[in-house]
């Protein structure tokens, strides 16, 4: 969390930086900005966020509709307004590109963002915010269900929302609060 904290801190600040926001440097910050915030705050996998449909996002009603392993489906509530701010930021920024295109979130050659780019997007702020820690979109998954359960929500609740089939799955996470 610390490690992450630090991560969001160089993001927001290195988007104060801009003097202008009609450069596509600037657009891809708010992109990643709210790629990034989706990601720690509801646990999905890296593959369900590239394959998010514009059709399967609210973010008026902070609703996503999940398309899980095994084409599973499921309901994540987004409640947190710097979350919902960062994807409508987002949204008005890219709005043509997504209306060209059934994906959300959508790189500079108007496709669908890669589960590759978002690996190297991760990477690369990481070093730029210079942490040593090695941080993969799967830490923010782990790291979004260890702070649900350090706030003692039912793991049933956490299986539920992370898409795991069995909740032995989600019982790694578990070890993680063992302190707790």
């Not at 891809?28 to 590239?50: K, M, N, P, Q």
């Not at 780019?117 to 979109?137: D, E, F, L």
């Not at 929302?161 to 032995?168: A, D, K, Q, Y």
Request: include cysteine; proline fraction near 1%; hydrophobic fraction near 35%.
């Amino acid at each position: 969390i610390k490690e992450l904290r630090k991560f969001f801190k160089y993001i927001y600040d290195y988007k104060q930086s801009f003097d202008t926001n009609d450069t596509y440097t600037y657009k891809s910050v708010i992109r990643d900005i709210a790629v990034l915030e989706l990601l720690f705050a509801t646990g999905i996998r890296v593959s369900e966020l590239c394959n998010l449909l514009k059709e399967n996002i609210n973010i008026k009603k902070g609703v996503i509709n999940i398309i899980g392993k095994g084409d599973k489906e499921r309901i994540i509530q987004i409640c947190d307004h710097n979350v919902k701010n960062a994807l409508l930021e987002y949204d008005s920024l890219f709005k043509n590109d997504i209306l060209q295109n059934k994906y959300f979130f959508i790189n500079k050659w108007h496709n669908n963002l890669s589960e590759q780019s978002v690996r190297i997007m991760i990477k690369k702020y990481s070093q730029k915010a210079n942490i040593k820690k090695h941080i993969t979109p799967h830490v923010f998954r782990h790291s979004f269900a260890t702070a649900l359960l350090e706030e003692n929500i039912d793991i049933r609740y956490i299986q539920k929302i992370l898409g795991h089939s069995s909740v032995v799955t989600t019982q790694i996470y578990t070890k993680v609060n063992s302190k707790q």
